[in-house]
């Protein structure tokens, strides 16, 4: 069974700063698929990143970027230079094999400070 | 890119009603949809995968008769909730497969059902 794990509910960052978001996943396919997605209160899921497990290079996306490290399992989303319209709720999420199923994390939610 | 659009934004209603929720995949075909529930500061919980000309298959947990799911085409799938109870009240949110493997779903902007 596919699981994500995000551990923190909650997360500060002052505007302009950098902030990573932490995701850790489980999962027994060597072929997976892990993304972000943003969530802001009005509640439509915004795409963010996508990473493939065979993918060799971390993924970017303007200033989104997804710190990959396999052997630990990890997906981390590093969002640069925080804007206020970056605070929203943030979820890791993972398909695995050829399933289009997704599993999702339990969500960080970023509140960016002027 | 994909667009996937889902109707009604906001419903509110009485105790008993039947709510139809709508989700359309606007300039691509689905042959799989998904049909979400949040509650308040909650994931996304997976209620069920609706396929193009088949039934829908059903999360543990999930009662198929209270939550009806259909997809007659490519572009339509929807969700009714019967016989509506406040329990029911919640987010309800559609995505669409676009049929490439690992690419990311595509979602509608959801429905927030209020039941009094």
């Known amino acids: 069974a596919q699981k994500i794990t995000q551990t923190q509910p909650g997360m500060f960052v002052q505007e302009k700063e950098a902030v990573t978001l932490d995701c850790t996943y489980d999962?027994?396919?060597?072929?997976?698929?892990l993304f972000w997605y943003k969530q802001p209160s009005s509640g439509e899921m915004i795409f963010l990143i996508y990473?493939?497990?065979?993918?060799?290079q971390n993924a970017t996306e303007g200033r989104y970027s997804l710190n990959f490290q396999k052997a630990r399992k990890s997906a981390n989303l590093v969002i640069s230079a925080s804007q206020l319209g970056d605070s929203a709720m943030y979820f890791c999420?993972?398909?695995?094999?050829?399933?289009?199923?997704?599993?999702f994390g339990t969500g960080t939610k970023l509140q960016v400070i002027p | 890119g994909a667009v996937v659009s889902q109707h009604p934004s906001r419903v509110i209603c009485k105790s008993g009603t039947s709510v139809k929720i709508e989700c359309r995949s606007l300039d691509f075909q689905a042959t799989t949809m998904f049909w979400y529930r949040q509650f308040p500061k909650q994931s996304l919980m997976l209620m069920a995968t609706s396929n193009e000309g088949s039934k829908a298959t059903y999360e543990q947990g999930v009662e198929k008769d209270k939550f009806l799911i259909n997809h007659a085409s490519l572009t339509l799938s929807t969700l009714t909730v019967t016989s509506a109870h406040p329990e029911d009240s919640s987010f309800y949110i559609c995505?669409?497969?676009?049929?490439?493997?690992?690419?990311?779903?595509?979602f509608g902007d959801g429905t927030r059902l209020s039941i009094l």
């Open positions: 999420a993972m398909t695995q094999g050829g399933y289009q199923k997704v599993t």
């Open positions: 999962t027994s396919d060597p072929s997976y698929g």
């Open positions: 995505s669409a497969d676009t049929g490439n493997d690992h690419q990311p779903q595509h």
């Open positions: 990473q493939g497990s065979y993918d060799q």
